[in-house]
């Protein structure tokens, strides 16, 4: 098979890394991809937001199958376009990627069908806004309507955060036309989870569920970031799973069909475990980054095939590993501020068990340097979350660059559950 991974990050790594994984017959293209990627196949300096050029390349090389990873060119129709030329790709049309492209999309229709969320309200006016935000007792969460490369979202400590988060959003424009409308919600309180199902139509098969870390710092500190670590299997009780699936995922599914928006691709959950039941955070349309990095690794089996018996209705019979793995982010200097780039990059031999994912590298003078705020992701893959830790801060120590920064507790506290579950166990 002719596959084609979109993207150039370390979930797009992981993307053909598992593609090829067990079916060295696939042959692999990747657009733009990254230095690590080009050890798997070909890369095609092209953006991943160049829509024509995408179908164009995938015709002429006739791909079998197109896997996004990144939401800007769903959002643009990268899909409608490939589905214009009869090419077939992993990935919602626009129309039903507004379930992330759109807060106000995403909120008014789950308030529509009833779906577990935080109540909101939906504001183009800065002075409404501010006057809402003063009004409240409750602790708010003020969220730009488009997309920002994940940054559009204050989680508010208090009136004022929240007041400056409306002012920078609708005032100061800082994440542009994206911050001119915005949905101020309740703050919700509780554990949070990545859920990632394969949906097509009505049909949704969920992967393993996922956490990752969004704070710079160890104990959740610091400032938010794409994704410090991530770990996969969460620990979700099955009846919390079995609630999700249910009561959020399947009803989202359907009501998208019946809305004349049917959904194909990857659905990304991001949900808050509440004292009232599972509830909705945000969904994207796409897999999560870092979470895919995790997911990925245990999936056993052709993932090329899995999701074409999804595109084409059937069930992709998803089988997973009993074991358990761990990524660990390495950061750029002063990342997710300003940080240099261009910094040369040492890496050890290779240790076992352990995965070493580009995310922002670039190849300088034949020698590989930085080219982002995150470098690398190390992913251990065990038997248990004890040894996927274990093996990935391992992995992390073949690493070495100027001003590198990570997580040191990622998995830490899920490894000392297991650990005291193991111990009433034994
Ligand atoms: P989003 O981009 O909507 O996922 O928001 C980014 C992060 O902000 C989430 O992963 C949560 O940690 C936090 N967040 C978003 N909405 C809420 C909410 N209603 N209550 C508490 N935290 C939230
Ligand atoms: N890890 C969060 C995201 O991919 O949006």
């Known amino acids: 098979m002719r596959l084609l991974v979109v993207g150039s990050g370390g979930r797009e790594h992981v993307l053909a890394w598992q593609l090829v994984r067990d079916a060295a017959s696939h042959n692999l293209h990747a657009a733009p991809g990254n230095p690590g990627i080009a050890s798997l196949g070909t890369c095609h300096p092209l953006e991943a937001t160049d829509i024509a050029s995408l179908a164009q390349l995938a015709e002429q090389l ?27 790709i992993f990935g919602p049309t626009r129309d039903a990627a507004r379930i992330e492209s759109s807060k106000v999309f995403a909120k008014t229709f789950l308030r529509r069908h009833g779906i577990a969320a935080a109540e909101f309200e939906v504001f183009d006016n800065p002075v409404a806004a501010l006057a809402f935000v003063r009004r409240q007792k409750r602790p708010l969460v003020i969220k730009a309507d488009g997309l920002a ?22 005032i100061r424009k800082v994440y542009g036309a994206s911050g001119e409308r915005v949905v101020i919600e309740d703050r919700l309180e509780g554990r949070e989870v990545s859920v990632l199902v394969f949906v097509s139509g009505r049909n949704v098969f969920p992967l393993l569920p996922a956490q990752d870390y969004k704070r710079a710092l160890d104990s959740d500190r610091g400032a938010n970031t794409g994704g410090m670590g991530a770990i996969a299997p969460a620990r979700v009780s099955l009846a919390d799973l079995a609630q999700v699936v249910d009561e959020i995922i399947e009803p989202v599914a359907s009501a998208m069909v019946d809305e004349g928006y049917p959904y194909t691709g990857v659905l990304y959950a991001g949900l808050m475990l509440t004292a ?10 796409r897999f999560g980054d870092p979470e895919a990095q995790v997911i990925l690794p245990l999936l056993e089996g052709d993932l090329a095939g899995a999701m074409i018996d999804t595109l084409e209705g059937r069930d992709p019979h998803l089988s997973w590993s009993d074991g358990a793995a761990v990524c660990v982010v390495v950061a750029s200097d002063g990342y997710p501020g300003r940080h240099p780039t261009g910094i040369p990059i040492q890496i050890a031999d290779a240790v076992p068990g352990t995965l070493i994912l580009h995310a922002g590298t670039q190849v300088q003078g034949g020698r590989l340097a930085t080219a982002g705020g995150r470098v690398l992701n190390v992913v251990g893959m065990g038997d248990s979350i004890v040894e996927a830790r274990a093996r990935a801060y391992v992995g992390v120590a073949t690493v070495t660059f100027e001003g590198m920064h990570y997580r040191t507790d990622i998995g830490l506290s899920a490894a000392a559950e297991a650990a005291r579950e193991g111990a009433r166990v034994s």
Do not use: Q, S, W, Y
């Open 276 to 285: 009232d039941g599972p509830m909705v955070l945000e969904f994207n349309c």
């Open 149 to 170: 490369a994940g940054k559009g979202v204050v989680v508010a400590a208090d009136v004022h955060e929240a007041e400056r988060a409306v002012l920078d959003m609708m």
């Open 62 to 88: 006739a791909i079998d199958l197109t896997v996004v990873g990144p939401e800007i060119p769903l959002a643009n129709g990268l899909t409608d376009a490939f589905h214009a030329r009869g090419l077939r």
